[in-house]
């Protein structure tokens, strides 16, 4: 059985920095990706950053470009979202998922099964 674990999150002021972590167990499956998305109240949970480990690719949303990167330490069987230059409209709630899915971009939730409970990051201003 899947589980993914999320820790990080936590209150920072606009400029400031974060990493979020992802521990991943149960995988079986020989080549996966891994996604982190973001559900502020009252929207739409949307893709952040996505990692293929097929060839090792990565896709960022245009708003974060630049300023997010997501990495994976395979000995640790996790994935961390470096947050840097945060902004007040990143305050959200911070899901990571995974799957063995292949998309051409950061994906989208309904391609995933597996997600992790969530971990709150707040910006203030």
């Known amino acids: 059985q899947v589980q993914l674990v999320e820790s990080g999150g936590g209150s920072v002021q606009a400029g400031g920095s974060l990493r979020l972590s992802c521990a991943a167990s149960g995988y079986t499956y020989s080549s996966h990706s891994m996604g982190w998305f973001r559900q502020a109240p009252g929207k739409e949970r949307e893709g952040v950053a996505a990692f293929y480990t097929d060839d090792g690719s990565t896709y960022y949303a245009d708003s974060v470009k630049g300023r997010f990167t997501i990495s994976q330490d395979n000995a640790k069987n996790t994935v961390y979202l470096q947050m840097n230059s945060l902004k007040p409209e990143d305050t959200a709630m911070y899901y990571c998922?995974?799957?063995?899915?292949?998309?051409?971009?950061?994906?989208?939730?309904?391609?995933?099964?597996?997600w992790g409970q969530g971990t709150q990051v707040t910006v203030s201003s």
């Open positions: 998922a995974a799957d063995s899915i292949r998309d051409n971009g950061v994906g989208y939730p309904y391609e995933y099964n597996y």
